[in-house]
């Protein structure tokens, strides 16, 4: 749907983003992942013809050439409203911007209203809304004019629990009629929202691909332990066995990377059990897309210093 070429911006001779390139396939939930400061909003605001890259290029597929920007739809990380205007008033305003003529932009904001689950509110003052409600809200004036593709930029981060659930589920549903593109940190949200993922690291695209596919070149085995006590001196002993790669701790827990697990499991099992370890936790799993986007950045990280 969406070709970005050779994409660079930078502010004061620092890469803000290097040359990316990529294709946002047609029909498709994509998660532009990165930590706060890698590119992520700069890239959007590109794509969404806010802002000028320093070089390179972002085309549709389909072969328009010039202004794209009626083709696609945004809602920035920290959205504006007029709080005095009812959601319809608002939805209206922005269609007529939109040169959507008078009559249909009353019938598409109804629609879009009730699309995204606020319709009873439709009369309500914006100040009024809750954070999950203005999210809704303003997805839909990014939907108003029927765009091609959707980007949403950081669209759950700052909601409570019920409004992320409630956005989550609505852009579940959106896939379903457009091309979505939207950032998070959050990679949980990610790994249940999305069909392909961007791995964003200092303005560079480090990884990309269907999650499965992603999850099958990185992902590794290990098991996850928790005692009482002092975790390092346990991590230490464990450390030992030729079937452990490597080992952390994180969050209270021993995550312990494995060749083996059918045979990892038996001997750590047995050696808790000898050595009369207070044991809390045993959970035998895979790497997350955290791990393995941490396992990713290092992997550049350390390729930067050599």
Sequence with gaps: MIQLK???????????VKNITFNLPSGKCVALLGPNGAGKTTTLKMIAGLMHPTSGQVELANGVKGDIRKYIG????????????????????????????????????????????????????????????????????????????LLLDEP????????????????????????????????GDAEEASDEILLMHKGAIVESGSLQDVKERHQVDKITLRFDGNMK????????????????????????????????????????????????????????????FMKVVNEHAMADHL
């Design 6 to 16: 050779n994409l660079t911006k930078t502010f004061d001779k620092q890469y803000a």
């Design 74 to 149: 945004y809602l920035p990380q920290h959205p504006q409203f007029h709080s005095w205007m009812t959601g319809m008033e608002f939805l209206h305003y922005v269609a007529r911007l939109s040169h959507i003529p008078k009559h249909e932009s009353q019938k598409l904001a109804e629609q879009l209203l009730d699309r995204v689950g606020i319709a009873d509110a439709k009369n309500r003052k914006i100040s009024k809304y809750s954070g999950g409600m203005k999210q809704r809200l303003g997805i839909a004036q990014a939907m108003i004019h029927k765009p091609s593709v």
């Design 156 to 187: 759950v981060s700052a909601l409570d629990p019920i409004g992320r659930r409630d956005v989550l589920n609505l852009m579940e549903e959106l896939k379903q009629e457009t091309t979505l593109l939207y950032s998070t940190h959050i990679l």
């Design 233 to 292: 001196a346990y991590k230490e002993k464990m450390e030992e066995f030729p079937f452990v790669t490597h080992t952390d701790i994180q969050k209270q827990k021993i995550h312990v990377y494995v060749q083996n697990v059918p045979e990892a499991r038996d001997v750590l099992l047995e050696l808790v059990s000898k050595e009369q370890w207070p044991l809390l936790f045993f959970e035998v799993g895979q790497t997350t897309l955290e791990d393995l």
